[in-house]
């Protein structure tokens, strides 16, 4: 079995980053806590000094995701890409 390097699991531009937590309405210390890291490597990933590895980076991604999933129903869609009608 040949193993799929971690760069495969692409991260969000690094502009994006900050909107997502944001999106929760997170601080970077209450995004650390739930990833089990600190503020400060939270900043880092937002302003592109470093980048997630291993586990940390598979939840990283997933909340990544979901923050998006926040961001398209406040920007009027749905996830699938539908918007939604008002009546």
């Known amino acids: ?6 760069t495969t699991l692409e991260l969000p531009p690094v502009d ?12 970077q ?3 650390g806590k739930q ?3 600190s503020d400060a ?8 000094k470093s980048t ?7 939840r990283y991604l997933a909340f990544c ?5 926040i961001l ?6 749905t996830s699938d890409g539908a918007t939604t009608e008002e009546e």
Request: charged share 40%; no cysteine; net charge positive.
């Open 1 to 6: 079995m040949r193993l799929q390097p971690e």
């Open 16 to 27: 994006r980053r900050k909107p997502l937590r944001e999106a929760f309405g997170l601080s």
């Open 29 to 31: 210390a209450e995004l």
């Open 35 to 37: 990833l089990g890291v």
């Open 41 to 48: 490597s939270v900043s880092k990933w937002e302003s592109g």
């Open 52 to 58: 997630p590895r291993g586990d940390t980076r598979k």
């Open 65 to 69: 995701k979901a923050a998006e999933e």
């Open 72 to 77: 398209k129903e406040r920007e009027g869609g």
